[in-house]
């Protein structure tokens, strides 16, 4: 079960650099009037959002891969 749960370095990093992406997007988003040149902070916004995703997907699949992998391994074989 332990290789379910365990990822490897890069996945970590990239996941925790889109988490901090994500992070971000919600900060412009929510600072809409106090900074000037909204459009450009909206945009930034998008943008930053996409790549936090983007980042945080392979992860996302790793684990989802490993677990059914672990379910199907250690489920009985119908007859």
């Given amino acids: 079960m332990s290789d379910t749960t365990r ?3 890069y996945l970590i990093i990239a ?3 889109g988490g901090v992406l ?3 997007s919600i900060v412009l ?3 809409h009037g ?3 040149g909204g459009e450009d902070s909206h945009m930034l916004a998008k943008i930053s959002l996409t ?3 983007l980042l945080i997907l392979p992860a996302v699949i790793t ?3 490993r677990t059914l992998r672990a379910i199907l391994a250690s489920s009985p074989a119908k007859k």
């Fill in 7 to 9: 990822l490897p370095r």
């Fill in 15 to 17: 996941e925790l650099a």
């Fill in 22 to 24: 994500v992070l971000l």
């Fill in 29 to 31: 988003i929510n600072s």
């Fill in 34 to 36: 106090r900074l000037t």
């Fill in 51 to 53: 790549a936090g995703i």
């Fill in 63 to 65: 684990l989802g891969y």
